[in-house]
T-cell receptor
């Protein structure tokens, strides 16, 4: 069966410090991978998605970046954190089987980031 | 473009009450529809899904029917429990192709069930 891991679970970082959040997926190959941010415990904002190694698409311009060095590894980074980067970061995966595509995504447990 | 509109919350119910959370969508083609649930401090879990008109998704006593004529996918449960307290998200998939599996989410509805 497939599983998705995120770490760390919680993180407190000062403004201006770097960030690295990691997500890994087990039990599937060539997944689509996604990073979301959830502010104030409500709506989801898609930040990045990736359809393959080294292929990253950005949905929202900001001081965050993403990388996919391996098929099942997705990393979210920042060189200098802002207060507004605080939030709950969720990684998700999906596999496109062809039409009719279910498009269902499976989410990790999330990382709670507090920038102080 | 695609969009999802969810019933504004929060919704507060007593245990064993009937639940409806409205969800309507705008999309081209024949999208897949989903309900996700998020318990406090956790990631999202897929609750149920439907891929075509008149499909009914169901899980854990929750149901939702894909209504293409009204572009709706309302979530219902006949008798809620305290353990159903969570945030519920309606989401819209695509018909595949170059969408890369991206979902469009509603803003979420907070449900609180009291004993």
């Amino acid at each position: 069966s497939q599983t998705i891991h995120q770490w760390p679970a919680t993180l407190v970082q000062p403004v201006g410090s770097p960030l690295s959040l990691e997500c890994t997926v087990e039990g599937t190959s060539n997944p689509n991978l996604y990073w979301y941010r959830q502010a104030a415990g409500r709506g989801l904002q898609l930040l990045f998605y990736s359809v393959g190694i080294g292929q990253i698409s950005s949905e929202v311009p900001q001081n965050l970046s993403a990388s996919r060095p391996q098929d099942r590894q997705f990393i979210l980074s920042s060189k200098k954190l802002l207060l507004s980067d605080s939030g709950f970061y969720l990684c998700a995966w999906s596999v496109y089987w062809g039409p009719p595509s279910m498009d269902e995504q499976y989410f990790g447990p999330g990382t709670r980031l507090t920038v102080t | 473009g695609n969009s999802v509109t969810q019933m504004e919350g929060p919704v507060t119910l007593s245990e064993e009450a009937f639940l409806t959370i409205n969800c309507t969508y705008t999309a081209t083609g024949y999208p897949s529809l989903f309900w996700y649930v998020q318990y406090p401090g956790e990631g999202l879990q897929l609750l149920l899904k439907a891929t075509k008109a008149d499909d009914k998704g169901s899980n854990k006593g929750f149901e939702a029917t894909y209504r293409k004529e009204t572009t709706s996918f309302h979530l219902e449960k006949g008798s809620v429990q305290v353990s159903d307290s969570a945030v519920y998200f309606c989401a819209l998939g695509s018909a595949g192709g170059t969408s890369y599996g991206k979902l469009t989410f509603g803003q979420g509805t907070i449900l609180t069930v009291h004993p």
